[in-house]
């Protein structure tokens, strides 16, 4: 267990390292000729290189320390009854929007985020999908089950602020990743938000509401005990994911999104956080009592 917790959190910091590095690369480095110019030669050899494949790597990083993540606290199937539904849903609506403009509506990706699945979508889009989608619904999740409620309205509770963290997260993204000087994905047919329809986030929502409660079902099958004592990487890498999207939104001069992320992402997740460690904490004390009486 001490050796997964380990692993944990090297691949935790790679993922914020390499966020970190690709900041420096497209907000200091890309923008100033000079700097590039300065490089040894094995810097401008690296350079391309790193720009190419650097979203690669940290989305890579942040799936595969969500997933060892969840395996230590929940198990394989509990890990695989999340990972599967949410990446190849989040496939196939991806694929769908970029061929069709549903969910979504009319965008494409361009360079830099790896291989293009059917030549349309990158194939670290659904991992991020996986690793963000499941941050906000287990932290929700875990909030949730401190209240007195029926488990239906806990499972629709969870579900329905798990999809809202997670639109709240691309409230932030969309606007720093399509409308910079460095472009990821393009919208064919902008929009009155930033450049983006609105029904880019009714997408955003109704997909993370779809794979969410195909996993709550098979969440369902067999027992589950939540890690609500254990959510320091969940939370650790929705808001280092979301500081990624606000600093890149900031060097833009968008300020908009980073508000409507706040109050509708940030926000919620804290108060989700703190119920759930500080009831399990309550519960712990309560429990040490009881056997010391």
């Not at 094995?42 to 690669?56: Q, W, Y």
């Not at 955003?204 to 079902?217: S, Y």
């Amino acid at each position: 267990m001490e050796k997964l917790i380990r692993v944990e959190r090297t691949l935790l910091i790679g993922h914020i390292i390499s966020m970190a590095f690709g900041l420096a690369g497209i907000l200091v480095v890309l923008p100033n000729p000079d700097i590039i110019n300065a490089l040894p030669e094995i810097g401008k050899t690296a350079l391309p290189i790193s720009m190419a494949g650097g979203g690669v790597v940290y989305m890579i990083l942040g799936t595969a320390a969500v997933a060892v993540y969840a395996y230590r606290t929940l198990g394989l199937w509990h890990c695989l009854g999340f990972m599967i539904p949410a990446i190849g849903l989040s496939l196939v609506s991806e694929l769908l929007g970029t061929s069709t403009g549903f969910p979504f509506g009319h965008y494409h990706y361009l360079s830099g985020l790896g291989y293009k699945i059917a030549g349309l979508v990158p194939f670290t889009i659904p991992l991020s999908w996986f690793y963000i989608g499941f941050s906000a619904y287990v932290i929700a999740r875990a909030g949730l089950e401190r209240f007195n409620l029926p488990q239906l309205v806990k499972y629709i509770g969870a579900i329905g602020f798990g999809s809202l963290l997670l639109t709240s997260w691309d409230f932030v993204l969309d606007p720093a990743m399509s409308q910079t000087s460095m472009s990821f994905w393009v919208w064919e047919q902008p929009g009155p938000f930033f450049g983006m329809p609105y029904e880019n986030f009714t997408g955003w929502f109704g997909t993370g509401v779809v794979f969410m409660t195909a996993a709550t079902f098979i969440w369902r099958l067999k027992p589950l005990t939540l890690p609500d004592r254990d959510l320091g990487l969940p939370l650790a890498v929705y808001l280092a994911n979301f500081a990624f999207a606000t600093v890149m939104s900031l060097a833009a001069g968008i300020y908009i999104p980073i508000l409507l992320g706040l109050v509708l992402g940030i926000l919620p997740l804290l108060v989700f956080y703190q119920m759930a460690t500080t009831q399990s904490k309550a519960s712990a004390s309560e429990r040490l009592e009881a056997e010391v009486i």
